[in-house]
């Protein structure tokens, strides 16, 4: 995999010299801090209430229309400004004038904005941004971002990309206005891994696909000659542990990125399902039935080993989720007759129950920032998903359908995808919701889509 190489401030050697018609290389200019000193536009999430923020992203040009394998600099700046536009409006946070509806910007205004015409659209925030290929093949890629009332720049960044990779500029790019302007992490440019269903309800096909977070670059990772499950991401996204069929019966593997190849975790007699990365990498959680009893087991995750016990309760203990550093793990249990969730610390001592509402609650996921638990919620004959701090209090349920299930964290810890039912199609599709503004959305799949895991932000 190519790198993509940022350069957000004096990091690249531009190609030419600037002149009139070139906007010149960014510099180095420190970004303000939201909250410390800063003027700009900012949109506080806190508490859940905003007014979507209006935004202006026309068309970003080129200094000179040429060829390249992924198509012309012309039609690639359009589709630039399309991929941002679509990442701001799909938040939920964003009023975005788009690229057909903006007035077409010169290659020469990228850098001076002509705020007296920009005024009239009554936005807060405009990104002025162009496309440019390089001599050694690469493009670059610029990301200008202007506060319109108070006619200052905000953001100056810079992208080289390989023409293969050029949606990922276009992603880094509404990354770095995501975080600028809401305060809160990145998460455009990062891959979800996912379990592709097709096929009728008794011989359904399940096979892994992995695609970016927005739907596209998809493309299918096992052949579905054998049902594939809950599928996650190792932390540095270069493996994924799956639960497969493959030999008649419950049992983990990790399939590596780079090989395109899988390898049994755990060989043994007992059935082996739900499992999960440690955040170091180094473990992985899962369940293992064993003489009707189902408890949460570790192993290292090079493979091979005696699998070491961390519970003991007569029950079902399975979905275990570790917390960002490691020191803590939530799970689900029946042990105290209904499905609740628990949390313990990593050896397994420690187990305290944190759920107290009506209903089962399953499949915990942990928040990279550590500080909620995702949950699907299961009560009146529907499930939801909700989350609460990892002490219990706090509880809040996001979607209100009738079959949301497996909730799978962004890599800011501030949106979930999941994956919703319709009554009785038994066809699952990926959906994704912000937890702070609560706006939701499908997210395309080419088939049925369930078990999402969403990686981390790509290097």
């Known amino acids: 995999m190519r790198k993509l190489l940022l350069i957000g401030a004096a990091l690249v050697?531009?190609?030419?010299?600037?002149?009139?018609?070139?906007?010149?290389?960014?510099?180095?200019?420190?970004?303000?801090?939201p909250g410390e000193d800063d003027e700009g536009p900012i949109i506080d999430l806190r508490g859940g209430q905003r007014s979507e923020l209006p935004i202006i992203i026309p068309v970003m040009p080129t200094n000179q229309s040429a060829s390249t394998p992924a198509g012309t600099t012309d039609e690639l700046g359009r589709q630039l400004s399309k991929i941002i536009d679509d990442d701001l409006r799909n938040t939920g946070i964003f009023k975005t004038v788009g690229p057909t509806a903006a007035r077409p910007i010169a290659y020469s205004e990228v850098?001076?904005?002509?705020?007296?015409?920009?005024?009239?659209?009554?936005?807060?925030?405009?990104v002025q941004g162009y496309v440019r290929a390089n001599g050694n093949g690469t493009l670059t890629v610029g990301c200008y971002v202007y506060d319109v009332a108070s006619r200052r720049e905000l953001i100056r960044e810079g992208f080289v990309v390989s023409p293969g990779e050029w949606r990922r500029a276009g992603h880094k790019c509404a990354d770095a206005i995501y975080a600028r302007l809401t305060g809160d992490g990145p998460y455009f440019d990062s891959q979800v891994v996912y379990v592709a269903e097709r096929g009728p309800k008794n011989r359904r096909i399940k096979q892994l696909a992995i695609m970016d977070q927005d739907g596209a670059n998809h493309r299918f990772l096992t052949n579905g000659q054998t049902i594939v499950l809950t599928p996650r991401f190792s932390p540095d996204q270069s493996k994924i542990v799956y639960m497969s069929y493959e030999q008649r019966k419950p049992a983990i593997y990790i399939y590596t990125m780079g090989t395109r190849r899988s390898h049994l975790v755990a060989s043994n007699v007992n059935l082996n399902f739900a499992p999960r990365f440690s955040p170091d990498g180094r473990w992985v959680l899962f369940s293992m039935a064993v003489n009707g009893n189902v408890d949460l087991y570790r192993v290292g995750s090079g493979g091979g080993g005696t699998p070491q016990r961390l519970t003991t309760a007569p029950g079902i203990d399975t979905g275990g989720s570790y917390s960002p550093d490691g020191n803590r793990i939530v799970f689900e249990s029946d042990r105290g007759g209904r499905q609740q969730l628990y949390v313990m610390n990593a050896d397994g001592s420690n187990q305290n129950r944190i759920s107290f509402g009506g209903g089962n609650y399953g499949t915990p996921a942990w928040s990279p920032r550590g500080d909620l638990i995702a949950f699907t919620k299961m009560g009146g004959g529907a499930f939801r998903i909700g989350v609460m701090s990892p002490g219990g209090s706090g509880e809040k349920l996001l979607t209100n359908s009738w079959g949301d299930e497996g909730p799978s964290w962004a890599p800011n810890g501030r949106v979930l995808m999941f994956f919703r039912s319709a009554q009785g199609s038994g066809r699952p599709d990926l959906w994704s919701v912000d937890v702070n503004a609560g706006h939701s959305r499908k997210i395309p799949t080419p088939l049925d889509g369930s078990d999402p895991s969403w990686g981390p932000i790509r290097p």
Do not use: I, M
């Not at 030419?16 to 303000?32: F, L, S």
């Open 13 to 33: 050697a531009w190609s030419g010299v600037a002149n009139a018609q070139t906007p010149p290389a960014p510099v180095a200019t420190p970004t303000p801090t």
């Open 111 to 126: 850098n001076t904005p002509d705020y007296e015409s920009w005024g009239a659209y009554a936005s807060q925030a405009l």
